[in-house]
């Protein structure tokens, strides 16, 4: 059986936990309101694609993982959360987006609306 990373392992277990929160916030119209009482769930973020191509989004924050699928210029798209990963142009954050399918993309493409993501 081939060894995986510390950081692949981490990356796949954040990926499971955040897929569970999301089904669990969709399963209650009152949970997935940010207003809820008590919070109990973490909030979903938003940002805007700068990247003029298109970005790339990944399964692992990484520059060498494979490609999901590609956001167009200019879209807005929900953030889950945000990780250390490959540098990217100066930026070594990656931020997990919660559209479905839980993909990574570059935070230097990705322009925050709102506050920053929590970390995951």
Not at 7 to 28: D, K, N
Not at 43 to 60: C, F, M, N
């Amino acid at each position: 059986m081939a060894r995986m990373s510390v950081r692949t392992v981490s990356t796949r277990v954040g990926i499971a936990v955040a897929a569970a929160a999301t089904l669990a916030a969709t399963a209650s119209p009152a949970l997935a309101d940010d207003s809820a009482v008590g919070g109990h769930h973490p909030p979903v973020y938003k940002g805007r694609v700068t990247a003029k191509s298109g970005l790339l989004l990944r399964d692992a924050p990484t520059r060498g993982s494979r490609v999901v699928r590609v956001e167009p210029y200019h879209a807005i798209v929900p953030i889950y959360c945000k990780t250390s990963g490959d540098n990217v142009g100066g930026n070594h954050l990656w931020y997990l987006l919660t559209d479905g399918t839980w993909a990574w993309g570059s935070a230097k493409y990705i322009d925050n609306i709102g506050r920053a993501p929590r970390w995951c």
